[in-house]
Nanobody, 118 residues
């Protein structure tokens, strides 16, 4: 029902910045919550940042103050601006969407690799 395509990942030195994009196949006004998760090899997928339809946001403690989630409703796109990157930020970053329903339906993008070197 919803396709999500991430882009913007790459290799950056510690302290650098990247901007990730997540393009949705439908209006993000129809999606209750969109967010970013990340997963490093051998580790569990963890929440990075979430934004809901009303614009409220939530961040993992480890990224608060460095990463900012935002959205452009006209472009059906959610962004993750990443500043002051650390090696521990290295992971595959996944876009996520939760759509209202019974039950709620969750969708995932294919992921984009972020690598932060020391």
């Amino acid at each position: 029902q919803v396709q999500l395509v991430e882009s913007g990942g790459g290799l950056v030195q510690a302290g650098g910045s990247l901007r990730l994009s997540c393009a949705a196949s439908r209006s993000i006004f129809s999606i209750n919550v969109m967010g970013w998760y990340r997963q490093a090899p051998g580790k569990q997928r963890e929440l990075v940042a979430v934004i809901n339809r009303g614009g409220s946001t939530n961040y993992a403690d480890s990224v608060q103050g460095r990463l900012t989630i935002s959205r452009d409703n006209a472009k059906n796109t959610v962004y993750l601006q990443m500043n002051s990157l650390k090696p521990e930020d290295t992971a595959v970053y996944y876009c996520n969407a939760v759509v209202d329903g019974l039950p709620l339906k969750t969708y995932w993008g294919q992921g984009t690799q972020v690598t932060v070197s020391s």
